[in-house]
């Protein structure tokens, strides 16, 4: 038997539940599984492309394991809001269930098969934290899943230890960790997204016969280097001599007077 708060028990489900495959031809990924050890409480699913792992300190005696079917989530989920301290009974067998008593009420689901596995979640997830970090220089997310992580907590900490590897989530309390897989596409570069953004992000204009970048050096014909003010005065950029911000001209008045050219 297993005592844990209701709130605490509520956060967890909320926590995994979306992460658990609608596909109910593999019934272990469709499962919410529970499993108490070492003092905690775990609630771990996935549905391959991401996976999401709670826990919960807990009064325990004995270890053991179960799975719910994701469809019984939403009723457990309500039963949880009319009661605080519970206790968790699992019983085996060819009908195995899972037995929830609280302060109001007691709930019996149905679970699933002793059969029913879950993926080794502790070796995947110590394959990505004992990696060695290497360069990332681009990555991809499918946006669909993003939503499933919204009731993991305020505030996500994650990483990817090399192209390819999954995005490593977690929370600052100890409480969840998840894992999400990259979109895997090696015809995409960094340098091949940039370029089609260059233009829209790089500002130029011409004076007389000379164009100029704005996001680069200035000279003047005394050679003393000259900046974008990255403000405008009637659509025409302003200028000023480095060092000197508040002394601003109009790009085309500082090419009559100054000399003022590109510096490359």
Not at 21 to 37: C, F, G, I, K, N
Not at 130 to 158: C, F, S
Not at 169 to 194: A, V, Y
Not at 225 to 242: A, I, M, N, T
């Amino acid at each position: 038997m297993t005592t844990i708060l209701a709130n605490d028990l509520q956060r967890m489900l909320k926590q995994v539940a979306p992460h658990a495959s609608t596909d109910d031809t593999l019934p272990a990924l469709t499962a919410v599984h529970l499993e108490a050890r070492d003092g905690f409480l775990y609630a771990v699913t996935t549905d391959r492309f991401t996976m999401a792992v709670s826990r919960q300190a807990i009064l325990n005696t004995g270890e053991w394991k179960t799975a719910i079917s994701g469809t019984h989530i939403p009723t457990l989920l309500s039963w949880l809001k009319a009661n605080t301290d519970i206790s968790i009974t699992v019983i085996g067998g060819d009908i195995p269930t899972v037995t929830l008593n609280g302060t109001v009420n007691s709930l019996t689901v149905a679970a699933l098969s002793d059969s029913t596995v879950m993926p080794d979640w502790r070796r995947l997830v110590r394959k990505y934290f004992d990696m060695g970090i290497n360069p990332v220089p681009l990555t991809g997310v499918t946006t669909k899943y993003l939503d499933r992580w919204k009731n993991a907590a305020q505030v996500l900490h994650l990483w990817q230890a090399a192209p390819g590897a999954a995005f490593v989530f977690m929370d600052d309390r100890s409480e969840f960790i998840g894992m999400q897989m990259p979109i895997r596409d090696d015809q995409t570069s960094r340098e091949g997204l940039f370029d089609g953004w260059r233009k829209s992000l790089t500002r130029y204009a011409d004076v007389d016969d000379i164009r100029f970048n704005l996001d680069e050096d200035m000279v003047d014909r005394d050679g003393d280097p000259w900046k974008y003010s990255g403000e405008d005065r009637g659509g025409e950029p302003l200028v000023h001599l480095l060092g000197i911000e508040d002394d601003v001209f109009t790009l085309a008045s500082a090419v009559s007077q100054f000399g003022l050219r590109p510096a490359a």
